[in-house]
């Protein structure tokens, strides 16, 4: 007995010493760990031996059973490794080719601003409302006081798609819109923001612009005032253009506000010392303003004794423009991958 478990030891680490492959190796080690091995049949057949003999031979079968694991293990690592050299050195990633880059979009610089102002004006209380692009004469220019031939009215070239519809010159149609809805006559705190129209065309307008507009209303105890407007106006100017921004009220005219101002602000380019941007004035008009007219109060149901309110409206596309130091109005439109991927991450950076 003792001599064939001899033999099978030597034979097997004959075998296992010579094995070229994994896969024989997992022969070998099933012909004799196996359940029908050669060593299994043994550890079998001790059934058969004496009760002095079996410990002894018992042990001995262990022994061996547990060098050829021992063997077996160390040679699977071998080829394990072997294994993994070769394809390390098939496999070499050549680290300095190209890579295939991830595109990534950004936002586009007008929806920067845009969602800037509305997260401003919410923060003070505002509610961001919407008005149709495809506007009634009525709401974009009569109850805003601008009735049929009134000269105001050739300020701004309108798109008419009949006598009654136009594309919306201006975003001071929702003012009317909101003025109408609100029956209930509660406090009107609310900025629009939405895209307009005009018939012209270059470097610093665009047939289709984007507008703001902003509306307070409350009653006339409540003292809404110039004050108050020119308060917001100016947080929205130092928040939105820039910090250092010194601002200018220029009585003016609209008709749908008394008073009216434009409001200029320090010209960035120059800092006020004058140039071409600003044309030597120092000053840049960005938005227009004033105290809601009476008339647009009565028009639209409100008793001029009882409410007030301020209004102020600009063009988005401005806005853009200084902030990012864009020169052409139009690139915004063109969809231009090379000038829209300048804005990615720009504000973090
Ligand atoms: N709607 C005017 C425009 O497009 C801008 C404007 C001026 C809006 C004065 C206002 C305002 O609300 O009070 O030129």
């Given at each position: 007995?003792?001599?064939?478990?001899?033999?099978?030891?030597?034979?097997?680490?004959?075998?296992?010493?010579?094995?070229?492959?994994?896969?024989?190796?997992?022969?070998?080690?099933?012909?004799?760990?196996?359940?029908?091995?050669?060593?299994?049949?043994?550890?079998?057949?001790?059934?058969?031996?004496?009760?002095?003999?079996?410990?002894?031979?018992?042990?001995?079968?262990?022994?061996?059973?547990?060098?050829?694991?021992?063997?077996?293990?160390?040679?699977?690592?071998?080829?394990?490794?072997?294994?993994?050299?070769?394809?390390?050195?098939?496999?070499?990633?050549?680290?300095?080719?190209?890579s295939?880059k991830?595109?990534?979009?950004?936002?586009?610089?007008?929806n920067?601003?845009?969602?800037?102002?509305?997260?401003?004006?919410?923060?003070?209380?505002?509610?961001?409302?919407?008005?149709?692009?495809?506007?009634?004469?009525?709401?974009?220019?009569?109850?805003?006081?601008?009735?049929?031939?009134?000269?105001?009215?050739?300020?701004?070239?309108?798109?008419?798609?009949?006598?009654?519809?136009?594309?919306?010159?201006?975003?001071?149609?929702?003012?009317?819109?909101?003025?109408?809805?609100?029956?209930?006559?509660?406090?009107?705190?609310?900025?629009?923001?939405?895209?307009?129209?005009?018939?012209?065309?270059?470097?610093?307008?665009?047939?289709?612009?984007?507008?703001?507009?902003?509306?307070?209303?409350?009653?006339?105890?409540?003292?809404?005032?110039?004050?108050?407007?020119?308060?917001?106006?100016?947080?929205?100017?130092?928040?939105?253009?820039?910090?250092?921004?010194?601002?200018?009220?220029?009585?003016?005219?609209?008709?749908?506000?008394?008073?009216?101002?434009?409001?200029?602000v320090?010209?960035?380019?120059?800092?006020?010392?004058?140039?071409?941007?600003?044309?030597?004035?120092?000053?840049?008009?960005?938005?227009?303003?004033?105290?809601?007219?009476?008339?647009?109060?009565?028009?639209?149901?409100?008793?001029?004794?009882?409410?007030?309110?301020?209004?102020?409206?600009?063009?988005?596309?401005?806005?853009?423009?200084?902030?990012?130091?864009i020169?052409?109005?139009?690139?915004?439109?063109?969809?231009d991958?090379?000038?829209?991927?300048?804005?990615?991450r720009?504000?973090?950076?």
């Open positions: 007995m003792k001599e064939k478990i001899n033999t099978i030891k030597q034979k097997s680490i004959e075998e296992i010493e010579n094995v070229s492959d994994l896969k024989s190796l997992e022969d070998i080690k099933i012909k004799y760990l196996g359940k029908k091995g050669e060593l299994t049949a043994v550890l079998r057949g001790m059934k058969d031996l004496s009760a002095d003999e079996r410990p002894i031979i018992g042990s001995l079968v262990n022994e061996v059973r547990d060098t050829l694991e021992e063997i077996i293990e160390q040679k699977e690592q071998q080829f394990k490794r072997e294994e993994l050299n070769q394809r390390l050195q098939k496999e070499k990633i050549d680290i300095t080719l190209p295939n991830l595109k990534r979009g950004s936002i586009h610089p007008l920067r601003v845009i969602e800037d102002i509305e997260d401003l004006f919410v923060s003070m209380g505002y509610d961001v409302v919407e008005g149709p692009e495809l506007e009634t004469d009525e709401y974009c220019f009569e109850r805003l006081n601008l009735p049929k031939g009134h000269p105001a009215r050739d300020m701004q070239d309108s798109f008419y798609i009949t006598d009654k519809y136009l594309l919306r010159t201006q975003t001071s149609s929702v003012q009317a819109r909101t003025m109408v809805a609100n029956e209930e006559k509660s406090p009107i705190r609310i900025i629009t923001v939405g895209k307009t129209y005009r018939r012209e065309d270059d470097a610093t307008h665009s047939h289709q612009f984007n507008q703001i507009e902003g509306l307070v209303i409350d009653k006339k105890e409540r003292n809404v005032s110039l004050a108050d407007l020119k308060g917001t106006l100016e947080v929205f100017v130092r928040k939105i253009i820039g910090a250092n921004l010194d601002l200018r009220f220029r009585p003016s005219y609209f008709p749908f506000t008394e008073p009216s101002y434009e409001v200029d320090t010209c960035f380019k120059c800092g006020g010392k004058g140039c071409n941007l600003c044309k030597q004035t120092g000053w840049i008009e960005v938005l227009g303003s004033g105290m809601v007219h009476p008339n647009v109060l009565k028009i639209n149901g409100y008793d001029p004794e009882k409410y007030r309110g301020f209004a102020f409206g600009t063009g988005i596309d401005r806005l853009a423009m200084f902030r990012y130091g020169t052409d109005m139009r690139y915004l439109y063109a969809n991958v090379r000038f829209l991927n300048q804005f990615d720009k504000d973090e950076e």
